[in-house]
Each structure stands twice: as C-alpha cells, then as structure tokens.
C-alpha cells in the first residue's frame, strides 16, 4: 500500500503584529462605528520630513493589490507596497500622561524627523 503525503502549506505571516493593546482598542474603535468596518488598513504613505509616514484606516474590503491577515479576530489590511516598508514592525497602543496614541515599532527605519511623524528607510 503506497503512502501518499502531501506538502504542509503554511499560510503567509503578517509582514506586520499588533500587540494585545493595539488590537483591543481598534476594536473598541470599530465597534463605534456605524456602520462596523469590516478591517484595519495599515500602510505607508509618501510624505512628511523624512520621507514617509505611516496610515492607519478602516477598510470595507479588501484592494486588488492587498493581503488580508487576521489578528485575534481582527482583519488586518496591507497593500503590497507598504508590506515591504512594514516588514517586522509592530505596533502598539500606548496611554501616558503626556498622551495616548498608536506607536509604531519598526526595523526599517533608518532616520526620524525631529517630531517624529515620518520616517526614512
């Protein structure tokens, strides 16, 4: 009797992580929406002192040129372009006495600007 096996296909990882924090209040955000987006885009755009600089938005569905990843039940948008300049970063929530906002964590970059909004790779 022959053994047939078939190659384990492993689904793509996320170019991108959202931490616990940053997925929670995403969702919190979603859930105030109305009508609910159906996902999180994540991307980076030209522009800003450095070069460029990161987007965040919600999304109905999903671009010709996207990749959908699914993050604890969250649908994570990023287009092909981004996913390059994205590659390893992770992105947190954070909430101090000087403010509370999305920060972004990533290996790429090579400078910031002064206020730190943009970036270059």
Known sequence: MATITTPEVKPKSAPISLTPNAIAKVKEIMAQQNPAPAGLRVGVVGGGCSGFSYSMSFENSAGMMDKVFEMDGLKV?????????????????????????????????????????????
Request: glycine content about 12%; overall charge negative; proline content about 2%.
């Open 77 to 121: 948008y990023v287009d092909a372009t981004s996913a390059m300049y994205l590659n390893g970063c992770t992105v947190d929530y954070l909430e101090t006495l000087e403010g509370a906002g999305f920060k972004f964590e990533n290996p790429n970059v090579k400078s910031t600007c002064g206020c730190g909004s943009s970036f270059n790779v």
